[in-house]
């Protein structure tokens, strides 16, 4: 690779950084070809974007972007050999991606080095099972939405409630008073 494609290269993913506020570096040794095809599959059906990249193209990449992301440069995250998943939408897809994927290739495969949700720094495979279960803003907004709309639905079923029983007290006391 020529010295003007590497610049390229980390210009272009130094701008992915700043494109996807939602990234997983994971360790992607030791997976056959069919095995990476399935998994790359997998992320295309979720929306999720797959690269193996080198780590030094990363780092560079990583110290070139605004933000401060010395903590995934500073940690043993960039070292073997990396995968990257970029999401635009939800911060546990990959996550669930990865751990599905496991069921297939056993647990050796595929580890989480460093998660980076809206510069919030996950560093280790034992953060994958509570990343798999954030929420996405669109779930956040309709729990959300659902708590707001609770208070108003148990007035209203409170109310009717009284009324029947009410009714039914006056019916009673009517018809004890025949």
């Not at 990257?84 to 939408?89: E, M, T």
């Amino acid at each position: 690779m020529q010295k003007e494609d590497k610049i390229l290269l980390v210009k272009n993913l130094s701008k992915k950084f700043d494109e996807n506020n939602i990234f997983y570096i994971m360790d992607a040794s030791g997976l056959t070809v069919s095995q990476v095809n399935q998994f790359r599959e997998k992320c295309f059906k979720k929306d999720i974007e797959y690269n193996v990249i080198k780590n030094s193209f990363i780092k560079k990449a990583l110290e070139n972007n605004e933000n401060d992301y010395s903590p995934l440069i500073n940690k043993d995250v960039l070292s073997g050999f990396s995968g990257i998943l970029f999401s635009k939408l939800s911060p546990s897809e990959p996550a669930k991606i990865l751990k599905d994927f496991r069921k297939i290739t056993g647990d050796n495969y595929l580890k989480l080095k460093a998660a980076s949700i809206d510069l919030e720094f996950y560093i280790g495979d034992e953060n994958l099972n509570s990343l798999s279960k954030l929420k996405s803003k669109n779930e956040l907004i309709g729990g959300i939405i659902t708590l707001l709309k609770s208070p108003i639905k148990n007035v209203l079923s409170s109310l009717k409630g009284a009324e029947s029983k009410l009714s039914g007290v006056i019916k009673q006391l009517e018809n004890n008073s025949k």
